[in-house]
């Protein structure tokens, strides 16, 4: 069945009542619509299971749901994979995914020992590093300007944290996560958990504390879903700061954005 719309979020990070909060406010059809995740659905939250459990549920029952990878499901597979640490590094996240699925570091003798659902990682292993309709280009870090995404490494499609990517970027809308927008040019926001809009592209990572909300947003209308860790979920609708296919108007002020943006509606 063909979707009616076409719904794109940021990094989940573990946060599962968010996810499931998304799911219960949003007015869309998760049998039908089209659901984009940028990747990054592990780490630092306390839930990871859950969300790769939901996820894979809505993937399930909805053909039109697209689960990208992002850099932390490729840290978790290249330290089940080839013994690399980097996962396990406080700093990653990943000890809390680790946890979260039953496994105590201090009894790990090796990797090996790490102990994680088989139909898990068959779904963590499936994810594809970037995906593109008529509407846009889905990815989880950023793409190179003038190179298409066929075109360009994994490691910039998942890694990368690319100036004149976030600044000069004016080709098809592209939709990105994995550099929270707090730490985006303040060009392209204008509130710490706003979500960033710049040429053409749009971040939509706004985690990154505790306080920070979950984002979705509606690529035909530009709505602005984003579900807080309090229970209330803010809509916002940004329409006249969505970038047309012509790039006219597509590098928004700082300015502009202040004006253009109406303030949440909460539900």
């Known amino acids: 069945m063909n979707p009616v719309a076409t719904y794109v979020i940021g990094d989940i990070h573990g946060r599962s009542w968010l996810l499931d909060r998304l799911i219960a406010d949003l007015p869309w059809d998760v049998k039908v619509d089209k659901i984009v995740f940028l990747g990054d ?7 990871a299971p859950g969300v790769v459990a939901r996820i894979m549920d809505l993937k399930r029952n909805n053909a039109n749901v697209v689960v990208l990878r992002g850099n932390h499901e490729q ?3 290249d330290t089940l994979d080839y013994g690399d640490i980097q996962w396990l590094i406080p700093e990653n996240g990943g000890l809390a995914t680790l ?3 039953g496994n105590d570091l201090s009894d790990l003798a090796s990797v ?3 102990k994680i659902p088989e139909d898990h990682l068959e779904f963590l292993r499936s994810l594809e590093y970037y995906h593109e309709d008529e509407q846009a280009i889905y990815v989880h870090a950023g793409v ?3 190179r298409a995404p066929a075109e360009t490494s994994a490691d910039i499609l998942i890694w990368s944290r690319n100036s004149s990517f976030f600044e000069r970027y004016d080709g ?5 996560g994995h550099t929270p927008t707090q730490f985006l040019p303040r060009s392209g926001r204008n509130r710490k958990f706003g979500i960033y809009i710049k040429g053409g592209c749009v971040g939509m990572d706004t985690s990154g504390e505790e306080n920070s909300p979950l984002s979705c947003l509606r690529v035909e209308t530009f709505t602005l879903y984003q579900a807080y860790p309090g229970g209330l979920t803010e809509v916002r609708r ?3 700061l969505k970038p047309n ?3 006219i108007g597509r590098h928004a002020s700082d300015a502009a954005l202040h004006v253009t943006d109406p303030g949440p509606v909460t539900t």
């Open 172 to 176: 098809k809308l592209c939709f990105f």
């Open 238 to 240: 940004l329409a006249n």
């Open 41 to 47: 659905l592990i780490d630092r939250g306390k839930d």
């Open 112 to 114: 090996d020992d790490i």
């Open 75 to 77: 840290m978790m597979l």
């Open 245 to 247: 296919e012509a790039g």
């Open 99 to 101: 946890e979260a699925y």
């Open 144 to 146: 190179v300007p003038g």
